[in-house]
């Protein structure tokens, strides 16, 4: 084959396969995405998992929405195994209910492990999380002198059995969170898995019958994941509704503000306009004078 052929084979080579070179080089490396996968058992009642998705972008780790994932019991390669599936909310988080589909495998063992997965997307590729815990529960009770009492126990092969040394919450239940039952904020279980706290907030409002909602949390544990007990007590105070609609308040509706609020807005306008007033008709008198 003469020189000249091999040229331009070689430049009709170079002409084909030159755009995929340079869109290769071209092409950004996707942020990493990572998925935090955490385990709750609601009260022993129900079970749900969550996962937090998010990535380090420009250095800094934001928060990543719109990220489809699936979450199973023990292994993705049976389908059987799907709890559920979701789509992570602006705070990069999705929610499923561990239902009864998954019920079998559920009681094939005390140790279980979650799996959550994602699929590739146009900025990230397809990643994966896992959690390993051991089933637990807290069970919750209340002695005389307003002690409340929690126990933790861990389904050990076939029986529950008392866990030691895991930090437990005790406090009551608010909107805004839990609220320490006193100033220890958490307690250690003993050898009996047991903890004990004195309930010190003696004019907590409760509901119409004057009941409060304790409640004791394990909170992101490595081995028991995010455990929540609850019950009621009759340890709050009621504190009838009283309607402050028809009454002067600072914050009341138009025309029942407090009467030294309004005098104090009225004497500012007299005050101000008295003023304008007054320099109004000097300047009227300067003029009659420069006429004069």
């Known amino acids: 084959m003469k020189k000249h052929n091999i040229f331009q084979l070689f430049l009709i080579v170079a002409i084909l396969f030159l755009p995929t070179i340079l869109l290769a080089q071209d092409a950004p490396e996707k942020p990493v995405l990572s998925l ?5 058992n609601d009260n022993n009642t129900s079970q ?3 996962v937090i998705a998010k990535s380090k972008i420009e250095g800094k780790f934001q928060l990543i929405e719109n990220i489809p994932v699936q979450f199973y019991i023990s292994s993705v390669e049976n389908k059987h195994n799907l709890i559920g599936s979701a789509i992570t909310n602006g705070k990069g988080e999705a929610t ?19 799996i959550v997965t994602s699929v590739a997307t146009k900025k990230f590729e397809a990643t994966r999380g896992e959690v390993a815990i051991i089933k637990a529960k807290i069970k919750l ?5 307003k002690i409340i009492m929690a126990k933790l126990l861990a389904l050990i092969d076939t029986s529950w059995k008392p866990i030691a040394g895991v930090d437990v919450i005790i406090g009551v239940k608010r909107l805004g969170g839990i609220l320490n039952a006193n100033e220890t904020p958490t307690y250690t279980t003993d050898s009996s898995g047991a903890v004990l706290a004195e309930y010190k907030r003696d004019s907590l409002p409760g509901d119409n019958k004057g009941n409060i909602v304790l409640i004791a949390s394990v909170v992101d544990n490595d081995t028991y994941g995010n ?6 007590a009759p340890w709050g105070k009621y504190y009838p509704y009283t309607s ?6 600072l914050f009341a509706r138009r025309g029942y503000s407090p009467i ?9 306008v007299v005050a ?21």
């Open 244 to 249: 402050k609609f028809n009454d002067r308040t």
């Open 272 to 292: 101000v306009w008295g003023v304008i007033i007054f320099l109004l008709i000097q300047i009227r008198s300067i003029k009659k004078l420069g006429f004069e």
């Open 96 to 114: 499923v209910i561990i239902s009864e589909n998954a019920k079998s495998e559920w009681l094939k063992s005390s140790n279980q492990n979650f």
């Open 36 to 40: 935090n996968l955490k385990y709750y």
């Open 48 to 50: 749900h998992l969550m």
């Open 227 to 232: 455990l929540s007990s609850e019950m009621k």
């Open 141 to 145: 009770d209340t002695t005389d002198g």
């Open 260 to 268: 030294w609020l309004e005098l104090l807005a009225y004497t500012i």
